[in-house]
């Protein structure tokens, strides 16, 4: 029963908290100086009769709290409306771009968050070893440097300099894939991939691996292990039971990340044209597209907050004392 009521609250908290940030991007976007249409006047390529018109179509005339209770039902139905300058479904234009972004990012995370916390393991066994230190100090650096930073770093030095690997896009501008198979299988995409990839890896790295170190260090001491050792077992399978103890944390943060890659792969995407939905977010922002960006805003925000709940769930379930102590 305790594990039902939390259940209950964390999801009330997350369904709260997924309104109040829609509210959030509605009323940034209603209260900015101009619409969408403003600049079609100005430029003589509508008259105000026409543009009148428009706003009609897609209910920018209505009062605010009708567009805003319109604006709640159609999100939470999944109904985002047409774009306003490509004149298309908005889930036309983000479904494509979204699994373009699941593409780069979950197995970019999957990877780092394996190798990483593999070598972090092993680092925090062998403390004040080499590889600890160069370890730590690559890791570091590369999660210090901002990730579009690092994308301009390779593309400099793979691209540019020495031409091993296209700088834009995710396929050929010739190209003219059939199917998901043709489309993410090839070996143009191969070639495409492999640096914004590289990118996502080195930029996250050093979380998981310093995750995995510290909580290795903190039961590299403790009794389990100690009586381990006495009953006569090796430095790795010593290790192994440490590092199977020191899953929760990394188990936890992997669902946190999870949520959070689509804000942090907004600027890799625009340094490499990816058409993802970041850069169709910075379009849609550009044009004042509001169906497309309140869409991507409430995909992005709800990836954070079920996925900080799929961690909560996780802790509770994996350590009954969070799931006691919050009830």
Do not use: C
Not at 116 to 138: P, V
């Amino acid at each position: 029963m305790s594990f039902r009521r939390f259940l209950i609250k964390r999801t009330v908290i997350a369904a709260i908290l997924t309104l109040v940030a829609v509210s959030i991007i509605f009323a940034t976007l209603r209260f900015l100086p101009s619409d969408p249409f403003s600049g079609l006047v100005a430029s003589g390529s509508l008259t105000p009769e026409q543009v009148a018109d428009l706003r009609a179509m897609y209910g920018l005339d209505e009062p605010i709290w009708v567009q805003y209770l319109k604006y709640i039902q159609n999100l939470f139905t999944l109904q985002f409306g047409l774009s306003l300058t490509q004149q298309r479904p908005v889930s036309a234009i983000l479904g494509p771009a979204l699994l373009n972004t699941m593409v780069l990012l979950l197995p970019a995370l999957v990877t780092t968050a394996v190798v990483s916390s593999l070598a972090g393991m092993y680092a925090g066994w062998n403390r004040g070893s080499w590889f600890e230190q160069s370890s730590i100090i690559t890791t570091t650096f590369f999660r210090a440097s901002p990730i579009f930073v690092t994308g301009i770093l390779l593309l400099i030095i793979f691209s540019y300099g020495l031409d091993w690997f296209p700088a834009f896009g995710m396929r050929s501008p010739v190209a003219n894939p059939q199917g998901l198979a043709e489309t993410y299988l090839s070996v143009d995409f191969l070639k495409h991939y492999i640096l914004p990839f590289t990118a996502t890896v080195l930029f996250y790295s050093g979380d998981f691996l310093m995750l995995a170190r510290n909580s290795v260090v903190e039961r590299k001491g403790s009794e389990f292990l100690k009586l381990h050792r006495a009953k006569g077992l090796s430095e790795m399978e010593q290790l192994a039971r440490a590092g199977r103890n020191s899953l929760l944390p990394l188990v936890t943060y992997f669902a946190l990340r999870t949520g959070m890659l689509f804000q942090g792969v907004i600027t890799l995407e625009v340094v490499f044209a990816w058409p993802g939905i970041g850069s169709a977010l910075v379009d849609a922002i550009l044009n004042q597209d509001y169906p497309t960006v309140q869409a991507a805003v409430f995909i992005m925000a709800l990836a954070v907050i079920v996925m900080n709940l799929a961690a909560d769930i996780a802790y509770a379930k994996l350590d009954p004392t969070v799931e006691a102590g919050d009830v």
